[in-house]
């Protein structure tokens, strides 16, 4: 039996430059760039439930993108999101995203 060997992990700023984004364009600062103007443009009397609303919007982009990465394979996306694979059916599932 061959033993496979799991890769070192990525540093946010190695994950920056593997992206080809300039230095110091990390996602986090990309996130809080749009919240910023998000959050600028809405009167906070209308915001309710902001965490509930960022999550439904940020997650299934998030999904999406990983599963095609992963060419599909839900064992595989599950590792790299770090998730159960069944979390992760149950995330798809939410959002209508099962094939």
């Known amino acids: 039996m061959k033993t496979r060997l799991l890769p070192a992990p990525v540093t946010p700023a ?3 430059a593997a ?4 230095p110091g364009q990390t996602l ?3 996130v ?4 910023s103007a998000y959050l600028t443009g809405v009167d906070e009397d209308y915001i309710r439930n902001f965490y ?3 999550m439904a919007e940020v997650e299934p982009p998030l999904l999406a993108a990983v599963m095609h990465k992963a060419r599909s394979n839900q064992s595989r996306a599950a590792v790299m999101l ?3 694979r069944g979390t992760l059916r149950k995330k798809l599932k939410q959002y209508n995203m099962l094939d």
């Not at 992206?19 to 300039?22: F, H, S, T």
Request: no cysteine; hydrophobic share 35%; charged share 15%.
């Open 14 to 16: 190695e994950q920056t």
């Open 19 to 22: 992206a080809g984004l300039p």
């Open 28 to 30: 986090r600062s990309s």
């Open 32 to 35: 809080s760039a749009a919240l």
């Open 52 to 54: 509930d609303t960022v």
């Open 82 to 84: 770090g998730l159960n």
